[in-house]
């Protein structure tokens, strides 16, 4: 069997429209820090029920301390960013929920769109949904949502060639914030404007709207001729476009690949079982190539996996052979982890004991347990050392 993925390399990470692990771990933490605000105590409050959510910011600020600070500030000492926007659009449109929180911002070389996660209770009516609607931003940016009955529009007496669908839930959380996007990201994608890469970003919730907006950076902007980069890193995905959409998509990215202008992965995490949803069955698939983290704590670039995400054993053992290095690293980090699980046995906290007693596909899907394996790859392949908590 030839196997489809391969272990992350550093030498195939310099061709054109690769994956790279700087831009997979940057747009990784640029997303998990969507989850706080400038308001008092924002990531304190959701620490409480979600504290994987402060554990991440830890990781990518190096302290506590540091982790609650407000998002401007994080964004300016962190990232070197200015914040131009802070998204905050709650309520509902047409009938549909809306709950994004994001930001958006900028400096010389980047642009960032991200999106926060699963919070609320607007936010699980987004995510439980499972209707279709018809991607037509004309009419439906301008009514500021889908349509009361979108999810029966364009399946019968159809004249004509038929419109993508993509998640309805999904699709009405980016209709409201497209305008932002157009006041903010538009001016800044301008040929005169000096080159940059734009990370649309997020996580969850955050992963599906991401993917909404990266269709609607790709079909409004001619990046061949811009001298601008487009790179999407979503984690935990749900799907979010049905076939009709995803071939559009995928025929963009053949399209910009060779031209190393767009970049699209998921990036999911062992069992997470947000990238599980909506089922396949009912039509839904995602777009872009997977970056597969192992419980091992491998990171794998287009895996052959089944679509519970569990990758092929034949094609591990192929992966082995294709990829020696996968066996030393393997030896060395099974010695690794047995003195680690010693120390660890003594020295466990109160965190982790608590996230021992969570169920995998539940846990895998929480943003320190994908920061945790793209930090050390990021590491070994740099030779840089990120700050410790």
Same mark, same amino acid.
């Given at each position: 069997?030839?196997?489809?993925?391969?272990?992350?390399?550093?030498?195939?990470?310099? @061709?054109?429209?690769?994956?790279?692990?700087?831009?997979?771990?940057?747009?990784? @933490?640029?997303?998990?820090?969507?989850?706080?605000?400038? $308001?008092?105590? !924002? /990531?304190?409050?959701?620490? @409480?029920?979600?504290?994987?959510?402060?554990?991440?910011?830890?990781?990518?600020?190096?302290?506590?301390?540091?982790?609650?600070?407000?998002? !401007?500030?994080?964004?300016?000492?962190?990232?070197?960013?200015?914040?131009?926007?802070?998204?905050?659009?709650?309520?509902?449109?047409?009938?549909?929920?809306?709950?994004?929180?994001?930001?958006?911002?900028?400096?010389?070389?980047?642009?960032?769109?991200?999106?926060?996660?699963?919070?609320?209770?607007?936010?699980?009516? !987004?995510?439980?949904?499972?209707?279709?609607?018809?991607?037509?931003?004309?009419?439906?940016?301008?009514?500021?949502?889908?349509?009361? /009955?979108?999810?029966?529009?364009?399946?019968?007496?159809?004249?004509?060639?038929? &419109?993508?669908?993509?998640?309805?839930?999904?699709?009405?959380?980016?209709? &409201?914030?497209?305008?932002?996007?157009?006041?903010?990201?538009?001016?800044?994608?301008?040929?005169?404007?000096?080159?940059? &890469?734009?990370?649309?970003?997020?996580?969850?919730?955050?992963?599906?709207?991401?993917?909404?907006?990266?269709?609607?950076?790709?079909?409004?902007?001619?990046?061949?001729? /811009?001298?601008? @980069?487009?790179?999407?890193?979503?984690?935990?995905?749900?799907?979010?476009?049905?076939?009709?959409?995803?071939?559009?998509?995928?025929?963009?990215?053949?399209?910009?690949?060779?031209?190393?202008?767009?970049?699209?992965?998921?990036?999911?995490?062992?069992?997470?079982?947000?990238?599980?949803?909506?089922?396949?069955?009912?039509?839904?698939?995602?777009?872009?190539?997977?970056?597969?983290?192992?419980?091992?704590?491998?990171?794998?670039?287009?895996?052959?996996?089944?679509?519970? $995400?569990?990758?092929?054993?034949?094609?591990?053992?192929?992966?082995?052979?294709?990829?020696?290095?996968?066996?030393?690293?393997?030896?060395?980090?099974?010695?690794?982890?047995?003195?680690?699980?010693?120390?660890?046995?003594?020295?466990?906290?109160?965190?982790?004991?608590?996230?021992?007693?969570?169920?995998?596909? /539940?846990?895998?899907?929480?943003?320190?347990?994908?920061?945790?394996?793209?930090?050390?790859?990021?590491?070994?392949?740099?030779?840089?050392?990120?700050?410790?908590?």
């Amino acid at each position: 069997v030839q196997p489809r993925g391969r272990e992350y390399d550093a030498s195939c990470a310099k @061709k054109p429209g690769a994956i790279r692990i700087d831009d997979v771990l940057l747009g990784t @933490k640029l997303a998990c820090v969507a989850i706080t605000d400038d $308001h008092e105590d !924002t /990531l304190a409050k959701v620490g @409480k029920m979600n504290p994987w959510h402060i554990e991440a910011l830890k990781m990518i600020t190096g302290s506590e301390e540091e982790a609650h600070k407000p998002l !401007t500030h994080i964004l300016d000492k962190h990232f070197n960013l200015k914040c131009d926007k802070i998204l905050d659009l709650s309520g509902w449109s047409g009938g549909r929920p809306i709950d994004t929180q994001g930001y958006i911002a900028h400096n010389d070389e980047m642009i960032v769109v991200s999106f926060r996660c699963t919070t609320s209770a607007l936010d699980w009516m !987004t995510n439980l949904a499972t209707t279709s609607s018809e991607w037509e931003l004309d009419e439906d940016v301008a009514q500021g949502h889908s349509g009361f /009955l979108s999810c029966f529009e364009g399946r019968c007496f159809v004249k004509g060639p038929k &419109k993508p669908r993509v998640h309805t839930g999904f699709y009405n959380n980016i209709l &409201k914030t497209i305008p932002h996007l157009q006041e903010h990201v538009d001016p800044l994608l301008a040929p005169d404007q000096p080159a940059r &890469k734009l990370y649309v970003v997020g996580h969850s919730l955050g992963a599906g709207i991401s993917t909404m907006a990266t269709c609607y950076f790709l079909q409004h902007h001619d990046w061949a001729k /811009l001298p601008h @980069k487009f790179i999407n890193v979503s984690a935990g995905t749900p799907r979010s476009c049905k076939q009709s959409m995803a071939d559009i998509m995928e025929a963009k990215l053949a399209e910009l690949r060779p031209l190393d202008k767009a970049v699209v992965c998921r990036v999911v995490m062992n069992e997470d079982v947000v990238a599980k949803v909506p089922p396949l069955a009912i039509g839904y698939t995602h777009i872009g190539k997977l970056v597969f983290l192992t419980e091992d704590g491998y990171v794998l670039v287009g895996p052959k996996r089944s679509e519970s $995400h569990i990758v092929d054993e034949q094609e591990m053992q192929e992966l082995c052979k294709t990829n020696p290095q996968l066996v030393a690293l393997a030896t060395e980090k099974e010695k690794e982890e047995n003195e680690e699980d010693l120390h660890k046995s003594k020295l466990q906290t109160e965190y982790e004991k608590m996230m021992a007693k969570i169920p995998r596909p /539940l846990r895998d899907h929480c943003p320190d347990f994908y920061l945790a394996p793209l930090i050390k790859l990021y590491e070994r392949d740099s030779g840089a050392t990120l700050p410790a908590q």
